[in-house]
């Protein structure tokens, strides 16, 4: 319970923030930041209190060094985002230095929702054809606990695979914004963002990642978000 309760609201923080930042330095849209800031909020509190199961780890089931070193990985990935925002901002004129950076930012909160309400069941669900995986099979990190899962996360807990895929999600976006800097604006990045995350991310990981996933099928590896 404790991870159904805190997780949706910790991943809330960093968009709750960027929203209500963003608004402040730009008055005519605050309105959208409130709605947004309400909405978010309302959407992890309903999540809290969604009955899911949360698997525990038998005793043996889990693997010291790889539960260290993954932990070690995850962290190392979470840090590479808010550095991208620091030198993407250093790249722009000194007015867009915010907004640039805000760009990397954002990313922390919005992907990590949509990883959590269907992003992670897309690209590791129950496979359909090895295109696209169940979009209910995780959903709310409904089976995602502590246990290992016998095929992705064998000796580390199924939540810390979660993680570890949550981080390159998210940074994968923000690596874009170098691309454009200065000339979208900040409501086109959002949208460009969600759509990016579910209709080019999820399916790409799931074809490549998923062990039914059909390039996976192939022969095709790519260890970049790989565990």
């Not at 709750?16 to 909405?39: E, K, Q, W």
């Not at 525990?56 to 010291?64: K, R, V």
């Not at 954002?106 to 069941?121: C, D, E, K, N, Q």
Request: with cysteine.
């Amino acid at each position: 319970m404790y991870i159904k309760a805190i997780l949706p609201l910790k991943i809330t923080v960093s968009w709750v923030f960027s929203c209500l930042f963003y608004g402040f330095i730009t008055s005519s849209r605050s309105t959208y930041s409130l709605v947004a800031l309400f909405g978010l909020l309302l959407l992890s509190g309903l999540a809290a209190f969604v009955p899911v199961s949360h698997p525990s780890a038998a005793a043996g089931s889990l693997q010291a060094a790889d539960v260290a070193w993954m932990l070690t990985a995850t962290a190392f990935v979470l840090i590479m985002t808010p550095g991208l925002s620091f030198f993407y901002g250093g790249m722009v004129r000194p007015k867009n230095v915010i907004s640039t950076m805000l760009q990397s930012f954002v990313a922390l909160g919005v992907i990590s929702l949509l990883w959590y309400f269907v992003g992670f069941s897309l690209a590791y669900g129950t496979s359909w054809h090895g295109f696209i995986g169940n979009p209910l099979t995780y959903a709310l990190l409904n089976n995602v606990g502590t246990a290992p899962h016998p095929v992705l996360s064998p000796g580390i807990p199924f939540v810390l695979f979660f993680a570890f895929q949550l981080k390159f999600a998210i940074i994968t976006p923000a690596l874009i914004t170098g691309s454009f800097a200065e000339r979208v604006r900040f409501k086109g990045y959002l949208a460009f963002m969600v759509l990016f995350c579910l209709f080019i991310y999820c399916p790409l990981a799931h074809w490549t990642w998923h062990p039914e996933g059909f390039l996976r099928q192939w022969g095709v590896l790519d260890f970049a978000g790989e565990p």
